[in-house]
């Protein structure tokens, strides 16, 4: 008995997200519901009421509804002097929503209404999360808001702290909210001025604040829930939190793992090549330049902070930066990228390959399946090719541009990161439209955008080819 036998003599019938889900893949549905947000947002932001004196161009405010809803963070205009309260109000909930989903919004909304979810409901929504599985998709979605108000509230309120003593209590208050927000969700929006978070470099409860709270939306909600679980059943049991730790999943481990890595090494990076730069730290007290580098370490993965001047780094660093930038965060959480468990998995793949072993990935004495293998592979050649493409595009509308700015920017925005050089409010109308097709592209994923637009072929017969004699290098 198939479904629609079964409501017709239960009686019930399907909810209209059912049919729709039933009707197209959940790659378009993500991606229709991005872009109706996108639209809505660029409307609400073009408003008289949303702009301070003349209303920007549109097309300056879909950059930036964009830039937005994606979690980049890039803007062709200064957010804190643009906009009003109210078009302060509407990136924050552009923020919000690009930051956990809107699949997951309307989600919430459903389970208001009733308690339970269809099947087809549950294999949309679990997809738009990045669950696995089926298992328990509701009480899943329900924990992704809950952790989310937790997190922002707890740095809302450590940043109220702070930015009450300099801005007074009203504006104090909303200027904490909006960057708890947009750190969280990795937005990288401030609503203090045209310089980011500059003039904090040696601000301890910013830097501090702000840094945890984009590390912590950038892991992704699945390590965190295998953490709060770890540490419940520890104190409940008793045992030592050592012999939790290797109960942990391979994913979080690799996530854990890989992050902590990519962080002191970015550290150390900055301050190898900017420890004798004047433009950016080597002026700053010892206490400013350790801030300083470890802010731009978390920052360049992930957020579209900073607390020293892009556009003064030396240019090794910006190369090795746009590397970073590339791996970006980890999967299932508000962090854009090629994702930190790719790279594990790539560069434990590479090191059997040379070592004359099967080109395997083992992670914590586990083999990954060939599957995930291949899929890292095309996440790594889809990235780099969609940025060669791209940068070759800005090349040829932004002719009076370096290159390696060029670069920088197209990194930024695949990855969702949203540090700049400084060129964004200077681009034309064509290379602002390739930044926001690289920023909506690195939001969905380019396998989500391929996905979306690929009709499934049927395959009738499984055909195993001959090896083919090619000589490799």
């Known amino acids: 008995m198939n479904i ?111 308690k339970r979810m269809a099947t087809e409901e549950k294999k949309l929504f679990a997809s738009a999360a990045g669950k696995s599985d089926l298992y328990n998709v509701s009480g899943y979605i329900r924990r992704i808001i809950l952790y989310t108000v937790i ?7 450590l940043l109220s702290f702070r930015l009450i003593s300099l801005y007074g209590m009203r504006e104090g208050l909303f200027n904490a909210l ?23 470099v040696g601000d301890p409860i910013i830097n501090l604040t702000v840094m945890t709270l984009i590390i912590f939306g ?93 556009g003064m780094c030396t240019r090794p660093l910006l190369l090795i930066m746009c590397v970073y930038m590339l791996i970006g965060g980890s999967p299932g959480g508000t962090a854009g990228g090629m994702k930190t468990t790719t790279i594990a998995v790539l560069y434990s793949s590479a090191l059997n390959t040379l070592d004359d072993r099967k080109p395997d990935a083992v992670i914590r004495n586990r083999r990954v399946a060939p599957s995930l293998l291949k899929h890292a592979y095309v996440i790594l050649t889809l990235y780099i090719s969609i940025t060669f493409m791209a940068v070759l595009a800005l090349t040829i509308v932004e002719p009076s541009v370096g290159l390696l700015e060029l670069l920088f920017e197209a990194v930024s925005a695949i990855a969702t990161v949203g540090v700049s050089t400084g060129i964004t409010s200077s681009l034309s109308a064509g290379g602002k439209i390739v930044i926001m097709i690289l920023m909506f592209i690195g939001r969905l994923g380019p396998l989500s955008v391929y996905a979306a637009f690929h009709k499934e072929r049927r395959v009738t017969n499984h055909i195993e080819y001959p090896d083919a004699n090619i000589i490799i290098g």
Request: charged share 15%.
């Open 178 to 200: 909006f960057l708890s927000v947009s750190a969280f969700t990795n937005a990288g929006f401030d609503p203090i001025g045209s310089d980011s978070l500059i003039r904090y």
């Open 4 to 114: 629609k036998e079964l409501n017709a003599i239960t009686g019930r019938r399907r909810s209209w997200i059912e049919r729709v889900a039933k009707a197209n893949n959940p790659a378009k549905l993500l991606m229709i519901t991005f872009l109706i947000v996108i639209l809505s947002g660029s409307v609400l932001l073009s408003l008289p009421v949303s702009n301070q004196g003349a209303p920007s161009s549109y097309l300056n405010n879909l950059f930036v509804a964009v830039s937005a809803v994606c979690v980049t963070g890039l803007s062709t205009v200064t957010a804190a002097s643009q906009y009003t309260h109210f078009g302060k109000i509407v990136l924050i909930l552009l923020m919000q929503i690009g930051g956990i989903g809107p699949m997951t919004i309307i989600a919430i909304f459903i389970l208001r209404n009733r």
């Open 218 to 310: 950038g892991l992704g909600f699945m390590v965190w829930f295998e953490l709060k679980d770890l540490l419940v059943s520890k104190f409940r049991r008793g045992k030592t939190l050592a012999r939790k730790v290797k109960r942990l999943s391979e994913h979080s481990v690799t996530v854990l793992r890989t992050t902590l890595i990519l962080i002191v090494s970015g550290f150390f990076l900055v301050y190898l090549f900017e420890s004798e730069n004047a433009g950016t730290i080597m002026n700053l007290n010892g206490e400013s330049r350790f801030f300083a580098c470890l802010f731009q370490s978390v920052t360049l993965r992930t957020a579209g902070f900073a607390t020293v001047n892009f």
């Open 151 to 157: 997190f922002e509230v707890c740095g809302f309120i």
